[in-house]
C-alpha cells in the first residue's frame, strides 16, 4: 500500500485517476473513438464503479447525464444505482431509450422513487407509461397523469381509472387527461367528489346533433321492419330526443312520471316505486337505483333535466327521497350543487350523459357476462359498457 495514496473514504488517488480517464474515453465524441472501443471503456468503467464509493458514482453519473453517446449498459448501471446516483441521469440524460427506461423500472433494485423520477420525465411513452401504471404505485400513477409530456394507451388510461375506485385521489389528474374517453369519466363520475364531478359533467356532457344527423333515415327502416333488430333498437335508443317511455306511462297507475313523483312526495319511498319510476323516466331499474341513491345528488339533476321534469318536481323527487334541502345557491350542500347541474346543462346533453348510464350500468350486470369479464374473455374487454358496469358494481382489478 505504500505505493499508493490514499483519499478521504478509502479510495486510491489512483483509482480515481483511471475512474476519471476511463469517464473520458466514454465521452469523446464520435470522430474521434469507434463505437466499440467506446463500449469496451464503459465496460472497464463499470467493474471499476462497481467498487467505487457513493461519491464516485454520482460524479459518474453526473457527467454521463450530459453525454448522448453514452452505452446503454452503463446508463442502465448507473439508473439502478441508489437514488442520488439515478436522478442525475432520470431527470434530464437523453440517451436513454424506452428498452433502458423499463428494464430500470422494472430492476430488482429499483424503487418507487426510481419510478417516480421516470415518470417525471420530460418524454414518457406509452410503452414505459404501460409498465410504471400495471406496476400499481399510485405515487407514480400520479406523476405520470401530472407530466404533460406522459403518454397514456387505452389500457394504461383504463386501468388507472380502475384504480381510481379505491385511490380517490388519482380522480382528479384522470379529468383532466386528454386520453381520458367518455366511457371512462362518465364511470368515474360515480366515485368522483363535487368539483370531479363537475369537470366530468362540463366534458363530457355532449349534444348528440351528429348522430342524429347521421341516423336520421334509420329511425324509419328501423321501424319499418318492426325494431326487430335489439342491437339496432338499443343503439338508436341512445341517439333519439326523446327520453321518456311512453308505453310506459299508458301502463302506469300514475300516469306519467310526475304522477309518480307526486306520489313518492306523499308516501314512503318503495321499491315499486323507485322501478316505476326509472321505467317512466326510460331507464332501468338498476340505473334508476344507482341514481337514486347517489350521495352527491348531480345524477338525479342530470335525470330530471334529461326527462323535462320542472324545477318543481325536480325538488318534489328529492323531498320525496328524504333528502335535506338547503339554500338553492349553497354549493357546499348536495342540494345547492344539484341546482347547479340542473340550471346549467341542456337537456340534449343531461340525455346523453343519461343514456351512457342505462347503456353502462346495465350491460353487463347479467352473472354470466360478469363472470367472463372477470376471466378475462377477449371480446368482453373491449365492451365498453361491459367495464363501466363491471367497474360500478363490481370488483375492481
Not at 422513487?113 to 400513477?141: C, F, P, Q, W, Y
Request: proline share 4%; net charge neutral; aromatic share 6%.
Amino acid at each position: 500500500m505504500d505505493s499508493f495514496e490514499i483519499e478521504e473514504g478509502g479510495q486510491t488517488k489512483t483509482r480515481a485517476m483511471l475512474t476519471r480517464r476511463l469517464q473520458d474515453v466514454v465521452g469523446l465524441p464520435g470522430s474521434r473513438i469507434t463505437p466499440q472501443e467506446r463500449h469496451i471503456a464503459a465496460d472497464l468503467l463499470i467493474e471499476v464503479l462497481r467498487e467505487s464509493d457513493l461519491g464516485a458514482r454520482v460524479r459518474c453519473a453526473e457527467r454521463m447525464a450530459l453525454l448522448v453517446d453514452t452505452p446503454a449498459i452503463l446508463l442502465r448501471f448507473l439508473a439502478k444505482d441508489a437514488l442520488q446516483v439515478a436522478i442525475p441521469l432520470l431527470e434530464v440524460c437523453e440517451g436513454f431509450n424506452d428498452s433502458d427506461l423499463i428494464a430500470t423500472a422494472l430492476s430488482p433494485s429499483a424503487t418507487t422513487a426510481h419510478r417516480v423520477m421516470i415518470a417525471k420525465r420530460k418524454v414518457v411513452s406509452e410503452a414505459v407509461t404501460d409498465v410504471l401504471v400495471n406496476m400499481g404505485e399510485v405515487e407514480v400513477i400520479q406523476a405520470l397523469l401530472r407530466n404533460e409530456g406522459s403518454t397514456f394507451a387505452h389500457p394504461a388510461i383504463e386501468q388507472a381509472t380502475a384504480m381510481s375506485k379505491q385511490e380517490h385521489s388519482l380522480v382528479p389528474f384522470l379529468v383532466k387527461r386528454p386520453e381520458l374517453k367518455p366511457s371512462q369519466g362518465l364511470t368515474m363520475f360515480w366515485w368522483g367528489d363535487a368539483e370531479d364531478r363537475r369537470r366530468i359533467l362540463q366534458r363530457f356532457a355532449v349534444e348528440r346533433l351528429t348522430l342524429l344527423e347521421a341516423a336520421q333515415d334509420i329511425f324509419a327502416r328501423a321501424a319499418a321492419d318492426g325494431w326487430r333488430d335489439p342491437l339496432v333498437r338499443k343503439t338508436l335508443q341512445f341517439i333519439e330526443r326523446r327520453q321518456r317511455n311512453r308505453d310506459a306511462a299508458a301502463r302506469s297507475p300514475y300516469g306519467s312520471l310526475e304522477g309518480a313523483i307526486e306520489a313518492l312526495d306523499h308516501q314512503l319511498p318503495s321499491r315499486e316505486l323507485f322501478v316505476e319510476i326509472s321505467f317512466l323516466a326510460g331507464i332501468k331499474p338498476m340505473c334508476g337505483a344507482q341514481i337514486l341513491s347517489d350521495g352527491g345528488g348531480e345524477s338525479i339533476a342530470v335525470l330530471c333535466k334529461a326527462t323535462g321534469l320542472k324545477r318543481k318536481h325536480f325538488r318534489q323527487l328529492w323531498r320525496g327521497l328524504r333528502r335535506p334541502m338547503a339554500d338553492d345557491h349553497d354549493l357546499t350542500d348536495p342540494w345547492g350543487r344539484s341546482v347547479l347541474v340542473y340550471d346549467t346543462i341542456s337537456t340534449n346533453k343531461a340525455q346523453t350523459v343519461l343514456r351512457y348510464w342505462n347503456w353502462a350500468l346495465t350491460s353487463a350486470m347479467s352473472p354470466t357476462l360478469a363472470a367472463k369479464l372477470e376471466e378475462g374473455d377477449e371480446e368482453l374487454l373491449y365492451s365498453v359498457a361491459a367495464r363501466s358496469s363491471n367497474l360500478v358494481f363490481g370488483n375492481t382489478p
